[in-house]
């Protein structure tokens, strides 16, 4: 584990030199966050009304942690990356390394993206208690809880990734996939709460990854339950399973049919 | 003395896409594609001994990094076997990385944005290397190789030699019985250049660790190298010592020399003059009978402008060692 460490440790020392840039990024983020204040508190005009259970108060913030964890791990150069090196045979070069590369990958990943979400988490937080004034129903107890399911919701995210752009192993170009993948996560999970869609949609989108990535975490910082928490985790740990082995199987698959040029 | 590396009739295809010109190509290569097979490495075999240094020559797209790949097992063969200090480079990928380093001079694998001394501590993690016997080690590589003065500076503001000498050392960490170096001195000045193979030359000599060098440098495969194994189109065409293939091959120069006012020259024994264009000359000396100093008597050394003199390209020997193989 302790090379999974270090990998994870040079890349959160490598980022640190581009906190400037994230604090730019900052900006699209806020001027987000206010439209939906503004969109919401129009759509509820009595603050007292609830929409599928969620206050506006609990609306708002659901909107900040999922804006703030498509923000903040975001994976489109991850794929882009993954792609571009089974495209350039640029891959084959960590498989001389004494190292699993799935577990590299994410190891590289998870610190690329602790600085970003440390700071967005911040920003996000600090901007919701000037905005909303509090956050409803949350206890410090149930932190340690939320934490946890973000971190499964961060590694699933990149594996699922991962398996996204190890499509390139078999197609030029994995872009589109992760296309698709993106919006999926945008349209049903960053924008609304499950709730939101008709039934049929919702069997669906509770086992997607939608659930597990965007919705999990959002839905237990805004309205905290153990029951919740239970059928999240028990999701996530059926994902991370999945995915782990899915990443597995393709690069094991893709790498037989590598081509590295000669030189 | 014992083997580090042994090749028994390896080969090696690709499978290329091949499409027509035009429009109409890239629609019928969608579909029906086309694949051309390339044989990229076609039944080669040699062996290396523990603490040789073995150049592993030829021009572009002759094979040689396919085949450093393979020893690596970054590739797998088609065909044939590889035994790298007794490990499948296929089957026993991992246990074969603790064993040896690469540096392939295309290819960073340092943190631009880290200093030596962190990507080498990086480096010494991912080789399980405890913490304090990575230091010791770094101190050690850092004294041979000269980095003290630039090893807390980010790799990014280093320069490409300081760069390559900080690969080398990275790949050299957890104390590698085989280094495969590929093209290690590529864009590199002459004098920094001379700086790595006396460093490569250095590091074969404190540690027995068995080189196996690939370059498109003459000049590094003669000041570096033993024996040279020379690879065209997939086959070995010659594996010799140095010291046979200077003497039959690398005995000639070539002298180019730009002159003010034309001179009458001609053959001699040992000189002969391959280009005559007035002003400009190419001779080409073949130093085991006659000194470059002869050649510049000839062209007369108060006429002359400029002169460059160089070895002959690898090509062109590969392609004499062809003729001679053939007739």
């Not at chain 1, 600090?126 to 973000?150: D, K, N």
């Not at chain 2, 969608?30 to 076609?42: D, G, S």
């Not at chain 2, 320069?159 to 080398?168: D, F, P, T, V």
């Amino acid at each position: 584990m302790r090379k999974y460490y270090y990998i994870f440790k040079a890349n959160i020392m490598s980022n640190l030199q581009y906190i400037f840039n994230i604090m730019i990024s900052f900006i699209n983020y806020f001027i987000l966050i206010f439209i939906y204040l503004n969109v919401w508190q129009y759509i509820y005009s009595d603050p007292s009304k609830l929409i599928y259970h969620y206050s506006v108060q609990q609306m708002v913030w659901y909107v900040i942690i999922t804006e703030m964890l498509w923000f903040a791990t975001s994976g489109r150069i991850l794929c882009q990356n993954i792609s571009n090196d089974v495209r350039s045979g640029n891959i084959a070069y960590n498989m001389n390394k004494p190292y699993s590369y799935i577990g590299y990958v994410l190891a590289n990943h998870l610190g690329e993206i602790l600085v970003s979400g440390l700071l967005y988490g911040t920003a996000g937080l600090i901007m919701g208690l000037i905005l909303l004034g509090g956050i409803p129903t949350l206890s410090l107890a149930y932190i340690p809880f939320i934490l946890i399911v973000i971190i499964f919701s961060v590694i699933i995210n990149t594996m699922l990734i991962t398996v996204v752009g190890l499509i390139s192993f078999w197609i030029e170009d994995s872009s589109p996939f992760y296309w698709l993948y993106s919006k999926l996560l945008l349209v049903f999970g960053v924008f609304f709460p499950i709730e939101f869609f008709p039934k049929y949609l919702q069997g669906f989108l509770q086992y997607s990854p939608v659930y597990v990535t965007i919705y999990g975490p959002a839905k237990l910082f805004v309205d905290f339950s153990y029951v919740n928490l239970f059928k999240i985790i028990s999701v996530q740990t059926l994902y991370l399973v999945i995915a782990y082995l899915g990443c597995q199987y393709m690069y094991e698959r893709g790498v037989r049919k590598l081509n590295v040029n000669g030189g | 003395m014992a083997k580090a590396i042994k090749v028994k009739n390896l080969s090696k295809e690709f499978k290329v896409k091949i499409k027509g010109k035009g429009l109409k190509g890239s629609l019928k290569a969608i579909i029906k594609p086309q694949v051309k097979v390339i044989k990229a490495v076609q039944n080669i075999s040699f062996e290396v001994e523990e603490g040789e240094i073995i150049a592993f020559i030829g021009p572009n797209g002759a094979g040689k990094s396919t085949t450093i790949k393979m020893l690596t097992g970054i590739l797998f063969p088609n065909q044939g076997q590889v035994s790298v200090l007794g490990f499948n480079p296929k089957t026993e990928r991992q246990k074969l990385a603790y064993q040896i380093g690469t540096v392939f001079g295309q290819k960073e694998q340092l943190w631009m944005h880290l200093t030596p001394y962190d990507n080498f501590m990086f480096f010494g993690a991912i080789y399980d290397l405890p913490e304090k016997e990575a230091e010791s080690r770094i101190n050690e590589l850092s004294e041979v190789f000269g980095l003290n003065e630039f090893i807390n500076t980010p790799v990014r503001n280093l320069s490409l030699g300081q760069r390559i000498r900080c690969e080398i050392v990275a790949s050299l960490i957890h104390k590698p019985k085989v280094l495969f170096l590929d093209e290690p001195t590529i864009g590199l000045d002459p004098v920094v250049k001379e700086n790595i193979r006396v460093l490569i030359k250095k590091m074969n000599k404190e540690f027995n660790t068995t080189i196996f060098l690939t370059s498109h440098d003459v000049g590094d495969i003669e000041k570096l190298c033993k024996r040279v194994i020379i690879i065209d189109g997939g086959q070995i065409v010659l594996d010799d010592t140095m010291e046979n293939l200077k003497y039959h091959y690398l005995n000639r120069k070539l002298v180019e020399a730009k002159m003010k006012e034309k001179i009458d020259i001609n053959d001699e024994p040992g000189i002969t003059v391959i280009k005559d264009k007035g002003y400009n000359l190419k001779l080409e000396v073949d130093t085991n009978e006659r000194s470059i100093a002869d050649a510049i008597k000839l062209l007369d050394p108060d006429k002359m402008i400029d002169i460059n003199i160089s070895n002959v390209p690898l090509e062109e020997i590969i392609r004499e060692i062809y003729q001679k193989e053939g007739s």
